[in-house]
């Protein structure tokens, strides 16, 4: 079966603009999470959903929100870009339990300069 | 909130046994999961350890005391390829999977 599918791959912003990452789910997942990675910082929580509904929020400001739609897919908009922005988003999906364990995309890797 | 305490690193030649350790605060605590990510890659779920006691899944087991609030991940028969960041990772009642910072394994000939 089709693995979690994420878009694009690469990505380079200046400071400032605005940009959408986007996640295809394995078909049936119906939760999605977000995880913004950087060196030394591990996996940082960002959102969870839950059949269109944004089940948990993690620490990060405004400037970062998402969303899902009916078909399970989401999509993550970061406006305003910061350096400190930079870093590798990753996605995953789950069939709603987390016992079941996360399948994760390979990630957008998102450069701001 | 949560936290999640683990070595940042570990070295291992091949062949060896490891054993990554993980401390968790938390509350309303539903299991302990482990992933695996190799540069560049996504992470893989390892295991999972809902109650007490070691879940062994071929090289691999995975160890829980809730009273301790302490997991491991046990690598039995190092190889090259187990060379990777384990990360261990929380599971809460009404909150996301939590995510430490992750140990980076690495395994030398």
């Known amino acids: 079966k089709a693995g979690v599918t994420q878009t694009p791959r690469y990505l380079i912003k200046t400071r400032g603009q605005q940009v959408t990452l986007s996640c295809s789910p394995i078909?049936?997942?119906?939760?999605v999470s977000w995880y913004q990675q950087t060196p030394g910082q591990g996996l940082q929580f960002l959102f969870e959903?839950?059949?269109?509904?944004?089940?948990n929020k993690g620490n990060f400001p405004g400037r970062f929100s998402g969303r899902q739609f009916s078909n399970s897919r989401s999509e993550m908009n970061v406006s305003t870009l910061e350096l400190g922005d930079s870093a590798l988003y990753l996605c995953?999906?789950?069939?709603?339990?987390?016992?079941?364990?996360?399948?994760f995309g390979s990630g957008t890797r998102l450069t701001v300069v | 909130g949560q936290s999640l305490e683990q070595p940042s690193e570990v070295t291992a030649v091949e062949g060896a046994i490891v054993q990554i350790n993980c401390t968790y605060q938390t509350s309303g605590f539903y299991g302990l999961s482990w992933y695996q990510q190799h540069d560049g890659g996504a992470p893989t779920f390892l295991s999972y350890n809902g109650l007490d006691g070691l879940e062994e899944t071929g090289r691999f087991s995975s160890f829980l005391s809730r009273s301790d609030s302490y997991g491991y991940l046990l690598l039995q028969e190092l190889q090259m390829k187990d060379s990777a960041s384990y990360f261990c990772a929380v599971s809460e009642a009404g909150t996301a999977l939590i995510f430490g910072k992750g140990t980076t394994l690495s395994v030398s000939s």
């Open positions: 959903y839950f059949s269109e509904t944004q089940r």
């Open positions: 995953a999906s789950t069939v709603g339990g987390r016992v079941d364990g996360y399948t």
């Open positions: 078909s049936g997942h119906r939760s």
